[in-house]
């Protein structure tokens, strides 16, 4: 399962942005993650894009239910609050087999 979430970041926000988003990262994979990654669109400098790989749909369930931790949330809620607007999330699954 693949999860995007686009954020919305002023230039003067980027700095503390990638930061976050670098704490943000070990979160995602001490939490269940495979694979994490940051992209900024090419096309809207302001637009940027976490991308994160999970095994399952329910694997992705135990990140915000039983593996989150307090500080977890916080790291969540920072990135969100240097985003212009809420957050765009996409979860992306695999066809059936």
């Known amino acids: 399962m693949l999860e995007e979430v ?5 230039a003067e926000r980027v700095a503390a ?4 988003m670098s704490s943000l990262a ?3 994979r001490r939490t ?8 900024r669109d090419a096309e809207d400098e302001g637009s940027w894009v976490e991308v994160f790989e999970v095994p399952s749909w329910e694997e992705h369930l135990r990140q915000h239910e ?12 920072q990135a969100r609050e240097l985003s212009e607007q809420a957050p765009a999330v996409r979860h992306l699954v695999p066809p059936p087999v």
């Open 6 to 10: 686009t954020y919305r970041v002023a």
């Open 17 to 20: 942005f990638t930061e976050a």
């Open 26 to 28: 070990v979160s995602r």
């Open 32 to 39: 269940g993650a495979s694979h994490w990654s940051l992209y």
């Open 66 to 77: 039983g593996r989150i931790t307090g500080y977890d949330a916080d790291l969540i809620q």
